[in-house]
């Protein structure tokens, strides 16, 4: 039963996830039509690295810092501790990540400089305008993450998982609206206003939900430090994990014009398959995996584990495969017209195909790194992130000097398969100190 209602979360979740990435998939092929592979789109896509960023990473650390203490003391002490808990970090992660987003608008300057550094002076001006224009994203990502968290603490999966469809809706209705008036600052517009929607629309789900939406006066609670203590080795192990994307984007912007956008536009279909597998699967299994270790039930953890992971494989391995094989026509297909060139095309197949190669490891290291939410240890990420850091800026360098922005997508699996096995080790080290007979 336990399975099977996992399973359901699992699928429910998957679901909603392949709408909002077919969703964001049809905003980067409205995009190509509209700009092709060219510097308005690299622009873009430069100027969105940061916002994105360090709203997923500083925001998202949240949902699984969050998730198994709030599950904890629900448990333990009941619903007004679990709100006076949440009231707390959502509090500091509005005014911490509000402080972020100002320091960022300051040194937009620097950050595009660095970012775009082959980049002519007005397409500079223009990738910093659109940096600013998104800055807005990183404090509303925060309060959005706090409040998906508590909903799937809830196991209230659905609306946690469909809401975020939303910034790309209002993306593409500005596209086709406005895209020729506004060109690359459609994507840029819709990138904000669509997180404030979600925001709002979270809202209205907490509510629905009987969840108090207003938080009570913050009290820096033992739980409350604990999440903390788990955030900050989660979000500064996210930042160098998640930095990869940076250094990727960063590399490619050091090669020829279009390098930036090919990476873009190669790597779409892999996060989708991301999203909906290891994803879905990590979001409905994190709760699970925090009643069994609050419960000490380390038989059972250590059976789900097993179970999940098999199951990870059996359905990624052969949609892996299937992707590959029809790469080129799947570009063809969703994005070869307008401005988007047979040359292009053929470029981004190819880093298509390289990047799908990560898909089958990312779904086992999305179930490690559940489990090490779930079990509080996510000081172990620290070590991961700083090898896979070092592994994929080295990777990157040694691979597009021979093979371009193919090289860039390449180092992505390898690096993904390092980090896979050296967390697998820490964790398995941990266990054993822990004197978790079952591991």
């Keep these: 039963m336990r399975d099977s209602k996992v399973l359901t979360d699992a699928v429910v979740v998957g679901a909603f996830t392949v709408l909002v990435k077919l969703a964001g998939a049809a905003k980067v092929v409205f995009s190509a039509h509209l700009l092709g592979a060219g510097d308005q789109f690299d622009a873009f896509v430069i100027a969105f690295v940061i916002p994105s960023f360090l709203g997923e990473v500083l925001g998202g650390s949240l949902i699984f810092a969050l998730i198994p203490t709030l599950i904890e003391v629900r448990e333990q002490q009941g619903e007004e501790a679990a709100h006076e808990l949440y009231s707390s970090i959502l509090i500091w992660a509005a005014v911490l990540l509000s402080a972020v987003a100002i320091l960022a608008a300051l040194g937009s300057d620097v950050i595009v400089k660095l970012l775009g550094s082959n980049f002519s ?14 800055t807005a994203v990183i404090p509303l990502s925060g309060i959005s993450m706090t409040w998906r968290a508590v909903l799937n603490s809830k196991e209230k999966f659905a609306a946690a998982a469909g809401i975020p469809i939303l910034t790309p809706i209002v993306s593409i209705a500005l596209i086709v609206t406005a895209g020729h008036a506004l060109g690359a600052f459609s994507l ?109 039930d380390w038989r059972a953890l250590r059976g789900a584990v097993k179970r999940y992971a098999l199951l990870s494989l059996i359905l990624s391995i052969p949609a892996t495969a299937c ?53 509080k240890a996510n000081g172990l990420l620290l070590r991961m992130a700083l090898l896979s850091g070092i592994a994929n800026f080295v990777l990157d360098y040694a691979l597009m000097r021979s093979m371009g922005v193919a090289g860039i997508a390449l180092a992505t699996p390898l690096v993904t398969l390092l980090s896979l096995s050296f967390l697998a080790y820490l964790l398995a080290r941990r266990v054993k100190t822990l004197a978790i007979g079952a591991y």
């Design 121 to 134: 002076a007005e397409k500079a001006h223009l990738t910093r305008n659109l940096f600013l224009a998104m």
């Design 188 to 296: 840029a517009f819709g990138a904000t206003i669509g997180t404030l929607a979600e925001v709002l629309l979270l809202a209205i789900a907490l509510r629905t939900h009987g969840i108090r939406l207003l938080p009570s006066r913050p009290r820096w609670t033992q739980p409350a430090r604990q999440v903390l203590t788990q955030y900050a080795p989660m979000a500064i192990g996210g930042i160098m994990l998640s930095g990869s994307n940076l250094i990727d984007q960063l590399m490619a912007a050091r090669l020829v014009a279009g390098s930036v956008s090919a990476l873009n536009f190669g790597t779409r279909v892999t996060g989708v398959i991301i999203a909906i597998g290891p994803a879905a699967l990590s979001t409905a299994i994190l709760p699970r995996f925090s009643k069994m270790t609050a419960l000490g």
């Design 323 to 375: 992707c590959i094989y029809f790469s080129e026509s799947i570009v063809r297909i969703v994005f070869q017209r307008g401005a988007f060139s047979a040359q292009d095309t053929h470029l981004v197949a190819r880093v298509q195909m390289l990047s799908l190669l990560q898909v089958p490891m990312s779904m086992l290291l999305a179930l490690v790194v559940r489990l090490v939410s779930a079990l």
